[in-house]
Nanobody, 121 residues
Framework: QVQMVESGGGSVQAGGLLRLSCAASGYTYKSGWMTWFRQAPAKGREEAAAISTGSGTTTYAVSVKGRSTISQDNAKNTVYLQMNSLKPEDTAMYYC??????????????WGQGTQVTVSS
């Protein structure tokens, strides 16, 4: 069973930084993509950043591009999201998910509990 465990969130002031982690289990980590998604209160889930687990190619949503870096440690089956220059609008629950391409999710995936990021102005 595919399982993702997200961690590293917290409460910071605007301009601060956080490093989120996502540990994957039950997943063939060396194939496909891993995507970080986020969901703010009363809003739908949106993509943030994605990385190819095979090639390391990355892609970012406009909302986080230039302020965030997605990376991975294949030996640990873990993907990271370094977020800098945080803004109040980055406040959301952050999730990771595997998929066949960037910003896509494998069929039948069960979302983890996520990690909360709260940015105060």
């Amino acid at each position: 069973q595919v399982q993702m465990v997200e961690s590293g969130g917290g409460s910071v002031q605007a301009g601060g930084l956080l490093r989120l982690s996502c540990a994957a289990s039950g997943y063939t980590y060396k194939s496909g993509w891993m995507t970080w998604f986020r969901q703010a209160p009363a809003k739908g889930r949106e993509e943030a950043a994605a990385i190819s687990t095979g090639s390391g190619t990355t892609t970012y949503a406009v909302s986080v591009k230039g302020r965030s870096t997605i990376s991975q440690d294949n030996a640990k089956n873990t993907v990271y999201l370094q977020m800098n220059s945080l803004k109040p609008e980055d406040t959301a629950m952050y999730y990771c998910a595997p998929g066949p391409g960037p910003f896509r999710v494998v069929f039948g995936f069960r979302w983890g509990q996520g990690t909360q990021v709260t940015v105060s102005s």
